[in-house]
Nanobody, 118 residues
Framework: VQLQASGGGLVQPGGSLRLSCKASGRTFTNWLMGWFRQAPGKECEFIGS????????AYADSMKGRATISRDRTKNTVYLDMNSLTPEDTAIYYCATRSTAATSYKYWGQGTLVTVSS
């Protein structure tokens, strides 16, 4: 399984971002994709997840209202949209995937850096 995250870069405070994660290497029926981030000096933080089949989403409380996760099954790609960005959103953003029956994420992408700065 390979996960390729993209879309990071420099974003102005108050701006928005869209990250993509393209998955390959298996059929993802009954799997879900999660988004995480790790800011400098901080632990990895869960942002939210989406199931491949139904597109059901779940978000960390701190992300509700600011993050939206969607997927395009025809492209095997999951998206993370975030708005109202602040410098505190500066982090490496990762996508990861696991079976819906699993309790931990098995495959991780390489991460994409988002820097929020003026």
């Amino acid at each position: 399984v390979q996960l390729q995250a993209s879309g990071g870069g420099l974003v102005q405070p108050g701006g928005s971002l869209r990250l993509s994660c393209k998955a390959s290497g298996r059929t993802f029926t009954n799997w879900l994709m999660g988004w995480f981030r790790q800011a400098p000096g901080k632990e990895c933080e869960f942002i939210g997840s989406i199931t491949w089949n139904l597109g059901s989403t779940a978000y960390a409380d701190s992300m509700k209202g600011r993050a939206t996760i969607s997927r395009d099954r025809t492209k095997n790609t999951v998206y993370l949209d975030m708005n109202s960005l602040t410098p505190e959103d500066t982090a490496i953003y990762y996508c990861a995937t696991r079976s819906t029956a699993a309790t931990s994420y098995k495959y991780w992408g390489q991460g994409t850096l988002v820097t929020v700065s003026s």
